[in-house]
């Protein structure tokens, strides 16, 4: 089992009640390890509903079971984000198995999760398609019951031990993960959506060994996966090591502006072959549309991308490039200065393919675009442009004028503002157009395009962000309009009602607020996620008497309750009087009584001691953590932030440093790094860390906006110019770079 499962399975447990398993779709119901990042923010148009596909898809409708909250209409109906999400994927496989003449596929999925997208298609072909999902013990669990419950009727089979079982064809066929190398079955797609990328490189080789020796000879794989999670995994979809009997038929760059992942996603159909394939050529080509997608060569012209696919890779790396660069740029010259050689030796071209404005014209991003792909490419060229004014204002030094830096802007802004007047604007790229139009000095423009949209949504949650949004920046009478606006609609998830009520109290609203805390107080105190929202919230509205009696109610012995206390206790610190706060560590002390199983855990309970001044007895809960790690980055990183928070810079910086020195060229772990040094105002060192991150990982654009935004002169950083720290995070929504690395426990 890999890294990030073995730790999410520990954490999640295996033991569900019956209401867990009827409502594992909630937001924070720990049966369900997607819950954190279920609610995509996205709307409407990341799906052709026009395509006679994905509209049978969407007439079949999302089932009840798992209790998901559908907040996207389109023609009546509502569904989740997710499911939309998984609808595109679905048709996409669809289109290919009807273009192959499968009329009775057989289907494998690998790593799926609850099931979403087998069940996607088993609705659409009900008892003509035969199916087997592989999954990880306590995934397998949840991903029987939940496709049981949705096809109740469709004969199923459980595979977990190696003896011999017969498989259901127009069944659905669950197999434990750690048996499926024993069975003999075989299959006309492999399916595999953001799994891989979470698996250590030889168990991702194993499956995908399986799979090459059990696929029909007409069969196909659909691979999307991102950059690999942790230093064990496959880095990017390239470099995966299918055998020579593979083509690549189609490609795709999912984008998180265009399905809020919280990261890139490349998709690639593999077609078998009975030819051989030269395997650097192949992986050259993929390499080359990688690059060509991710830097708006290609980006969402089919004609282009058909053309790249159409090249034979039975040739040399060297006979494809010529090619390759003739019909994505124009002439077989414009690759030269190096990017052949770049390619074959690196995955990604140097960062002036990536930073530099895109050509509309030649990525085919025209006024038949759909809405999604014009936003998606206004959008980019906008990001891209404001890397390129920041980096200008750097190059002057102490000259840069403030005046001038407003100036461009204003011509920045005002073509991205000329670029999308006139067209009508969904709920989802309201709020992404709005978060980088306040900041930059076009709170007008932003706050007519917030309350256009406002003005005709039903949907609670998008009328409380766009409320927040305005509030920020001072519009407070409009965002009291689309307030009461959000109150009236029927259906509102609690997290929503959370986020309004603190946003009320920012406008001086005071009983409302308050009532919506105490009633989610009374109800929240077994679940961890909605309790540490609930206690936060409470602090951000002032209520300091509601956060402890709630505070000392919950019960520490319920899942994931521990990092609850100690996370909200962190949080209080800055929100309340110290004697407060002392005593509230007090009482925290006072309900352990045992230690603590958990080193990350012991770090929080340490600086928390610390801070409160109990600095002897957090020394001796911290010392031993950090003499005992100094062989694992992570940890180290994390107490470093500890430390420095309760006051002890010297350890801290020990740490910090110790962990790069670990983990030198690892993208994720700089990024982190960059952002605590941009978060103590050491501007130089955090530049210094944003550009090795960008380096290792240039298709980054937020990378290289962080790397600029940190060399700013002081003067014109100062005067929120491009923004602020926090400002700048909404401005690259589209690169929400995570840290991928995983419990220090498994390191």
Known sequence: MNDIWSHALSERGLDFSLEELQNFLMLGNRANSWTRNLYFFVDKTIIDSTDPITRRLLEIGQPDIGSPFRDIEISGRRYSGLFLHFVALAAEVIRHLEAKGITHPRTLEIGGGFGIFTGLLKAYYGERI????????????????????????APTCFKGADDHVEYLDG??????????????FSFDVALNVISMCEMPTEVANRYIKFVEKNISKDGFFFFANSQGRTKNTVQDVPEYNFDEYWTVSDATLYCPLEAQLTHELMGIVLQRSTRPQNLEARRFLLRFINNALYSGAVFRDRRKLAELLALSTEVSPEQIFKEACRKAWGNESAGEGGVFEVLIEKPYLPEEAFTKPWSREKAGCNGSAKTTDLFIWETGNFCRRLV???RKCSDMGASAEEAAARESMVAVTGDFLNAIRGRQIPEYWTAVFSSFLLPLGRGDEARDILLATGGESSHAIWLSRYAQQLCNYGFTDDAASLLERAWEVEERPWFTELNLAVTEHLIGQRERPLKILERSARISHSDAVRAEVVAKACLRIGAIDLFRSFYREIDEEKTGMWNMLFESAIYAESHMPNDIFVSLVENLSSRIKAPLADMQLEQKYGALLIKAGWKKEGYVLLRPIIEGIWDKYYPLAASGKLLRWCGREEWADACLERSLQLRPGNYPHLHFMGNVRMEEGKWERAAELFGKAAIAQPNLLGLWGREAFCRLPEAIRGKKVFGAIAEQDMIFIQEQNHYHDINPRYK
Do not use: K
Not at 130 to 153: A, D, H, I, K
Not at 171 to 184: C, K, L, P, R, S
């Open 388 to 390: 390129s004014e920041m």
């Open 130 to 153: 035969s199916t087997f999902c592989v999954e990880l013990p306590g995934n397998l669990l949840l991903q029987e019951w939940y496709l049981r419950n949705v096809f109740p009727g």
């Open 171 to 184: 069944g659905m066929n669950f197999i434990n993960a750690n048996v499926y190398e024993t069975q003999d």
